[in-house]
C-alpha cells in the first residue's frame, strides 16, 4: 500500500490512475478479442 501511495505521489494521480485502469481493461480486451474469433469461426461455419 506504501508503494503505490508512493508512485501515486512521484507520478502524479493521472499517471496512476491511467495505469490503474489499463491492468483492469486488459483481461476484458481479451475476452473480447476471444468472443469475437469465436463469433467469426460462427459465421464461416453458417456459410459452408
Given at each position: 500500500m506504501e508503494s503505490i501511495l508512493q508512485a501515486i505521489g512521484n507520478l502524479g494521480f493521472p499517471i496512476a490512475v491511467s495505469v490503474?485502469?489499463?491492468v483492469r481493461i486488459e483481461a476484458k480486451l481479451e475476452n473480447l478479442a476471444a468472443s469475437i474469433a469465436g463469433l467469426a469461426?460462427?459465421?464461416?461455419?453458417?456459410?459452408?
Amino acid at each position: 500500500m506504501e508503494s503505490i501511495l508512493q508512485a501515486i505521489g512521484n507520478l502524479g494521480f493521472p499517471i496512476a490512475v491511467s495505469v490503474y485502469l489499463l491492468v483492469r481493461i486488459e483481461a476484458k480486451l481479451e475476452n473480447l478479442a476471444a468472443s469475437i474469433a469465436g463469433l467469426a469461426q460462427a459465421v464461416n461455419g453458417l456459410r459452408k
